[in-house]
């Protein structure tokens, strides 16, 4: 078993993909009983997995809060130390814990991807090839 700096360093995800499936459909109000559910040196390293992923910023945000600093800064050092700091001085960050509240609207193209030029067949009238002068 990997041990937290390890887990950190290898970017292992610290829970199963049930429960992180779980925290990214929670909603602003269910997230903190779920993070309640994880000891916390694990919520530490969850928020710093979260961290390093841009969708998962504000989750991670709202993860940190719930955590001390002393935990965040022994699961990932300077970062952990940064990670507390802007958990607790952004009061708009801790309330969108949902994942889905600042996503980017997606934009497609609407032109055709590539354009071919047509084939050009020398095929006579019958669908035999057409002689080509020599």
Known sequence: MLSSR???????????DEMLGSLYRASEHGLPQLVESVSSDVRAMLALFCYKRAHLHGMSLAIAATCTER??????????STLFAMSREAPS???SASAYGNRRNI????????????LADDLDDDGDLAATPA
């Open 6 to 16: 390890e887990a950190f360093e290898n970017d292992v995800c610290p829970v199963g």
């Open 71 to 80: 935990d965040l800064v022994e699961q990932g050092g300077i970062v952990g």
């Open 93 to 95: 960050a801790t309330p």
């Open 107 to 118: 934009t497609l193209s609407t032109k055709p991807l590539s354009t071919f030029a047509p």
